[in-house]
Nanobody
Framework: QVQLAESGGGLVQAGGSLSVSCAAS????????VGWFRQAPGKEREFVAT????????AYADAVKGRFTISRDNAKNTVYLQMNNLKREDTAVYYC?????????????????WGQGTQVTVSS
């Protein structure tokens, strides 16, 4: 079992930066691949970024590629999402997720554990 808790969301102006974190509790976190997803008002949840068990093989949605960076620190059981050059369309609730596999995935259906989410709002 893994419990996930996001933090670091907030309000930022367009063009600014924000970092969100996801603290994991439970055993053997380094055996789980992780991902970030987001859900904007009135829209379905969508993939943002994913990383394998060791922090390798990062993959990003086209909408965030070049602006967002996913990373993890297994010693601290924490996953990060650094968001730069934020746009209004990045406004959403951001969720971290973990899957019982060492391989990353873009599909939310393949994730077993989810956090409660943290709100990121980008103003113009």
């Amino acid at each position: 079992q893994v419990q996930l808790a996001e933090s670091g969301g907030g309000l930022v102006q367009a063009g600014g930066s924000l970092s969100v974190s996801c603290a994991a509790s439970g055993h053997s976190f380094d055996r789980y691949a992780v991902g970030w997803f987001r859900q904007a008002p009135g829209k379905e949840r969508e993939f943002v970024a994913t990383l394998n068990w060791s922090g390798g093989s990062p993959a990003y949605a086209d909408a965030v590629k070049g602006r967002f960076t996913i990373s993890r620190d297994n010693a601290k059981n924490t996953v990060y999402l650094q968001m730069n050059n934020l746009k209004r369309e990045d406004t959403a609730v951001y969720y971290c997720a973990a899957r019982s596999s060492i391989f990353n995935s873009r599909s939310e259906l393949e994730y077993d554990y989810w956090g409660q989410g943290t709100q990121v709002t980008v103003s113009s």
